[in-house]
């Protein structure tokens, strides 16, 4: 055959010849893993701060795959195992032990119970929990309390984080309240967490013991069925900057959801650099 030519199709042609669309790079496919950091972003006292676990890692939990659950059992259903895999739980870091007082003039304010049984320093205290000015209340018969968690979690693609109490803890007392939670994109808005109350009984105290389950954090990925991640992350410098151009924005405008595209267009390509340290375990 000259050269130059080209074989003729059919039987003997070169089975090592392929169509150029193959040879064109494609794109690498996505992580199994949809790979999710978390920090705590405080200057004192950081190591109080346990690190986030999944419901399905909880000691009981484990206790109960160790025995060799039923086949059929609760243990073994792969909705409930999904749930908990996608589920994390935040344990408390210090034990809570508040009241609210209301005064003659009708004002309130937190203290610890009368057995002085929290562990907090009260000036620390003072630091930590928060009343919330009534205006801002979503009822105005019932106070909302906050206490600073100042966790931060953050991608590098589209998560939401949702913010839930821990359903899935039972408490011989239950607490007298409602916890409030919440839900944003921490691609884009990876803010620091606040715990927060709706007090409904302010004739009861507020217990909560260090260690505790305190909330549960549940994550949204663009495909739902994709296993998620945590590790451990960095606050590296371009973290830092993107997390100073949206702290306290509250305090300046209403409404913050609007400001989500603006906050995507200005964030680095990379949010998340993992710790180069172990990760830490609660």
């Not at 009861?204 to 992350?233: D, M, N, S």
């Given at each position: 055959?000259?050269?130059?030519?080209?074989?003729?199709?059919?039987?003997?042609?070169?089975?090592?010849?392929?169509?150029?669309?193959?040879?064109?790079?494609?794109?690498?496919?996505a992580s199994r893993f949809c790979e999710i950091g978390w920090l705590v972003d405080t200057e004192k006292a950081g190591l109080i701060y346990g690190a986030p676990r999944a419901l399905g890692r909880r000691p009981d939990a484990l206790a109960a795959e160790q025995r060799g659950p039923n086949p059929k059992g609760v243990t073994r259903c792969p909705a409930l195992n999904d749930l908990e895999?996608?589920?994390?739980?935040?344990?408390?870091?210090?034990?809570?032990?508040?009241?609210?007082?209301?005064?003659?003039?009708?004002?309130?304010?937190?203290?610890?119970?009368?057995?002085?049984?929290?562990?907090?320093?009260?000036?620390?205290?003072?630091?930590?929990?928060?009343?919330?000015?009534?205006?801002?209340?979503?009822?105005?018969?019932?106070?909302?309390?906050?206490?600073?968690?100042?966790?931060?979690?953050?991608?590098?693609?589209?998560?939401?984080?949702?913010?839930?109490?821990?359903?899935?803890?039972?408490?011989?007392?239950?607490?007298?309240?409602?916890?409030?939670?919440?839900?944003?994109?921490?691609?884009?808005?990876?803010?620091?967490?606040?715990?927060?109350?709706?007090?409904?009984?302010?004739?009861?105290?507020?217990?909560?013991?260090?260690?505790?389950?305190?909330?549960?954090?549940?994550?949204?990925?663009?495909?739902?069925?994709?296993?998620?991640?945590?590790?451990?992350?960095?606050?590296?410098?371009?973290?830092?900057?993107?997390?100073?151009?949206?702290?306290?924005?509250?305090?300046?405008?209403?409404?913050?959801?609007?400001?989500?595209?603006?906050?995507?267009?200005?964030?680095?390509?990379?949010?998340?650099?993992?710790?180069?340290?172990?990760?830490?375990?609660?």
């Amino acid at each position: 055959m000259p050269e130059g030519a080209s074989r003729p199709p059919g039987r003997g042609a070169s089975r090592s010849v392929r169509p150029a669309w193959l040879s064109l790079t494609r794109p690498r496919p996505a992580s199994r893993f949809c790979e999710i950091g978390w920090l705590v972003d405080t200057e004192k006292a950081g190591l109080i701060y346990g690190a986030p676990r999944a419901l399905g890692r909880r000691p009981d939990a484990l206790a109960a795959e160790q025995r060799g659950p039923n086949p059929k059992g609760v243990t073994r259903c792969p909705a409930l195992n999904d749930l908990e895999a996608k589920t994390f739980e935040v344990p408390c870091p210090v034990d809570l032990s508040l009241r609210l007082v209301q005064d003659d003039k009708g004002k309130l304010r937190i203290t610890g119970t009368a057995t002085g049984q929290g562990s907090v320093n009260r000036q620390h205290l003072a630091r930590m929990v928060f009343l919330l000015q009534r205006e801002r209340w979503r009822d105005p018969r019932y106070p909302v309390v906050q206490v600073v968690a100042p966790y931060r979690f953050v991608a590098d693609e589209e998560v939401w984080l949702n913010q839930l109490p821990p359903y899935d803890h039972w408490r011989e007392t239950p607490w007298p309240g409602l916890l409030i939670g919440g839900r944003f994109p921490i691609d884009v808005w990876p803010r620091s967490l606040m715990w927060a109350l709706e007090w409904r009984d302010i004739s009861k105290p507020l217990e909560i013991r260090r260690g505790e389950p305190w909330f549960y954090l549940r994550f949204e990925t663009a495909v739902p069925a994709r296993p998620v991640r945590l590790v451990e992350a960095e606050m590296t410098e371009a973290l830092r900057r993107h997390c100073q151009a949206l702290d306290g924005v509250t305090n300046y405008v209403g409404q913050t959801f609007q400001l989500f595209a603006e906050a995507r267009a200005r964030r680095p390509k990379q949010l998340l650099t993992r710790a180069e340290r172990p990760n830490r375990r609660g």
